[in-house]
């Protein structure tokens, strides 16, 4: 059986002996934690991911979010600030109250009416609001 070398071996004799990571990665194992989506906490509160658009061959992805970035104020700021390249679609959700829902309009309303505070603008989320209109209009007709 082949092993990955994922340590220099300077790197691995330098760990404290006893550790934990030097134990996992004596025994050949080391298996990546992928944290859940569905916050950890009881508390009642809604949830915001992001659908990214990569375009071509890497197509979409649900964006990693941290528990505590998962709120409607961090998600405006990130769009503003141009965290998300091509954001395709935004959907809330709330575990306690048992809904979800697309709020895509929703935040690019709600980021129209707050543009006029903002001085620098990443072009991902003009590309994203010019998207949110084109979609909403023709959800209309």
């Known amino acids: 059986m082949e ?6 071996r300077g790197l691995f004799d330098r760990l404290e002996a ?3 990571l030097k ?15 569905v916050p950890q906490s009881a508390a009642n509160h809604d949830v915001y991911i992001v659908l990214e658009d990569f375009g ?25 600030e ?13 575990t306690t109250e048992g809904w979800s829902r697309d709020v895509t309009a929703d935040i690019a309303d ?3 009416r707050r543009f006029v505070e903002f001085e620098d ?7 994203f609001l010019e998207r949110a209109a084109t979609n909403k209009s023709v959800k209309r007709s």
């Open 56 to 80: 071509g061959r890497l197509g979409r992805a649900w964006c990693e979010t941290a528990e505590e970035d998962g709120n409607r104020a961090t998600l405006l700021r990130h769009l503003i």
């Open 23 to 37: 134990g996992t990665l004596a025994s050949g194992v080391l298996m990546a934690h992928s944290p859940s989506i």
């Open 18 to 20: 006893g550790s934990v």
């Open 82 to 94: 141009g965290h998300y390249i091509r954001p395709a679609r935004i959907v809330a959700f709330n």
């Open 3 to 8: 092993r990955l070398t994922l340590f220099s």
């Open 121 to 127: 603008v990443a072009p991902s989320m003009l590309e």
């Open 110 to 112: 709600e980021l129209r």
